[in-house]
């Protein structure tokens, strides 16, 4: 009888790994078929054996503890990949890694979406942890130090070969060591590119006082031709039909920095260029070090989270830039952008000098039920009523792609005539903008699929459609303010523009010395914009790797269709 249960676990210890190793066998099968050689076939299958069987090598480490902690670390690894795979329906390349990462605040809507998926993933990666932990029956033929070094050194030769090849190189090997790989490669890409302290301010003002406010306003998830002013089917945005007292100037379609949300937000606040981001990001002043020493105080308002959780890489060393820090805690998720706009209204009518920066709510998904019953103006659409509480983040539940897309941009286009066309209809009519200049963009485009292309996906993917970084760009003040000759190069900037072209707008109109704004950051929207028109989709291009730039060519945008009803 002894023996009998001996041998059982012997066949349970290696069922439950092999079960937790070849569960998506889909996914080993569809990189085999992406391989066009003999010898990468060869080559992929001696890699995946050699990381497969240091699982099995770790399983029989007789030493207990140690057996543990080993099942513990591949158990979290696996669950993480596992878990990406089935939210993202794509592979978890190490750009994304680094992005979720840098979107950690936003955990805990991610596990109330995708709480399916986890609970999944979870499950697989139980079997995985027992499989380890079940004590093992023998001894492998390798001395005790080989045995418990060997999954270690095996995950080094792998981080090795990513590191070489740029990290790729993961597609289709065993989930247990991908993200543990990736996190190597993110602690020595850390380490190694360590800028140090972070510079102060070292550009010269005009010796004068700024006499209004400057905002910038980031909405989130808003493709630019869905507007209607710039498309003949777009979504009203009240940006049209302005006050006789105001003047706004639209540059039309601009190229977002990336085709995601913290890249960008981080480059907007640090004032990265095409040619050195990265290390501009990391040493240069943020824009609320340039206000402050202009004489502004800053106000940060996010409507996106709530309870002081920072996000976009703003960390509290940046946070203590910033004087009055505002979210919209016990505001419902609807209702945050019109908030925010009455909060602004407030800040232009005072009398202080304020440089705000606005996070929107905007349309990132879920939209099903970011705009009121009354704003259910295009039909069909996405069904309602179970992601009122969700920011962001979202699921794919309520729409299988295919077909569906045309409920998504439905509901999409009422999400734009609310949190666009309400919160600027507000603004402009409670707002003395002769007191303020407004920047409007967005963080990232949209692709809605008006192509029929495949996927779930809308934005932050590897290959992307151009739609991905197309975003408004248009500039709101009084006519009255003559902070800056707006329309002097507007007809040559428009279409061509850039959020690369904010950053030194910003500092133009803080009054800081131009030549060294140009030099430092590039050219100002009031000037010639000569930059090539493209967002970059591999912002984390390391290891020898180069940024991915999607060029933005006018004539190819999938233009929005009418393929709704319209609601009177």
């Not at 795979?85 to 680094?98: G, H, K």
């Not at 998830?221 to 777009?234: F, P």
């Not at 949190?419 to 963009?441: C, M, P, Q, R």
Request: net charge neutral.
């Amino acid at each position: 009888m002894f023996v009998a249960v001996e041998k059982l676990k012997v066949h349970l210890k290696y069922a439950l790994i092999l079960f937790a190793i070849f569960a998506d066998y889909e996914i080993y099968l569809n990189r085999l078929s992406q391989l066009d050689s003999l010898l990468t076939i060869v080559f992929y299958l001696g890699i995946f054996c050699f990381l497969s069987s240091l699982i099995f090598v770790a399983a029989y480490i007789q030493n207990n503890y140690i057996r543990i902690v080993f099942g513990i670390i591949f158990f979290i690894s696996f669950v993480f990949y596992d878990a990406c795979l089935r939210i993202m329906a794509e592979f978890l390349t190490y750009s994304t890694f680094v992005s979720l990462l840098n979107a950690r605040g936003f955990i805990g809507d991610a596990i109330s979406e995708y709480y399916v998926a986890i609970g999944i993933a979870l499950t697989k990666g139980l079997f995985l942890l027992v499989g380890i932990w079940l004590k093992p029956n023998y001894t492998l033929p390798l001395s005790k130090t080989v045995n418990i070094s060997s999954p270690a050194i095996g995950l080094l030769l792998f981080t090795g070969l990513l590191f070489m090849r740029g990290g790729d190189g993961g597609r289709g090997m065993p989930g247990m060591f991908v993200p543990l790989s990736y996190a190597n490669l993110y602690l020595y890409d850390t380490l190694a590119h360590d800028f140090g302290e972070r510079k102060a301010v070292n550009i010269n003002r005009q010796n004068k006082v700024v006499k209004h406010d400057i905002i910038l306003i980031i909405d989130e998830s808003i493709r630019g031709d869905y507007l209607d002013i710039n498309s003949d089917y777009g979504v009203k945005s009240n940006l049209h039909n302005k006050p006789d007292n105001i003047v706004i100037f639209n540059y039309g379609l601009a190229a977002s920095i990336t085709n995601c949300s913290t890249e960008t937000n981080v480059t907007l606040r640090y004032g990265g260029t095409r040619t050195n981001y990265l290390e501009i990001n990391n040493t240069m002043p943020s824009i609320w070090q340039y206000a402050k020493k202009a004489g502004l105080k800053n106000v940060y308002i996010d409507a996106q989270r709530t309870g002081g959780k920072l996000q976009n890489k703003m960390d509290e060393l940046e946070l203590k830039d910033i004087d009055k820090f505002i979210q919209f805690d016990g505001t419902p998720v609807q209702q945050r952008d019109i908030e925010a706009s009455k909060l602004l209204v407030e800040l232009i009518n005072n009398d202080e000098k304020e440089f705000v920066i606005v996070n929107k709510i905007g349309a990132h998904f879920p939209i099903h039920d970011k705009y009121p019953d009354e704003f259910l103006k295009y039909k069909p659409v996405l069904s309602r009523g179970n992601f009122l509480n969700i920011t962001d983040t979202g699921s794919r539940e309520g729409f299988k792609g295919g077909d569906d897309w045309l409920l998504y941009r439905n509901s999409y286009r009422n999400t734009l005539l609310w949190n666009v066309g309400e919160f600027f209809s507000f603004i402009l009519s409670h707002a003395d903008l002769n007191k303020a200049v407004i920047i409007y963009t967005s963080d990232h485009g949209q692709d809605l699929h008006e192509r029929g292309n495949p996927g779930l996906h809308t934005h932050c993917t590897e290959s992307p459609n151009i739609e991905e970084g197309i975003v408004p760009l248009v500039i709101l003040t009084g006519n009255t303010t003559n902070a800056i000759n707006w329309g002097k190069n507007l007809s040559n900037n428009y279409n061509r523009s850039s959020h690369y072209n904010i950053f030194p707008t910003l500092l133009e109109l803080m009054l800081y010395e131009k030549q060294k704004v140009l030099s430092s950051y590039g050219v100002p929207l009031s000037d010639i914009v000569n930059g090539h028109y493209a967002f970059n989709a591999q912002y984390h291009a390391k290891f020898g790797k180069k940024p991915k730039w999607i060029k933005i060519i006018k004539s190819s945008i999938a233009k929005p269709n009418n393929d709704y009803m319209v609601t009177k």
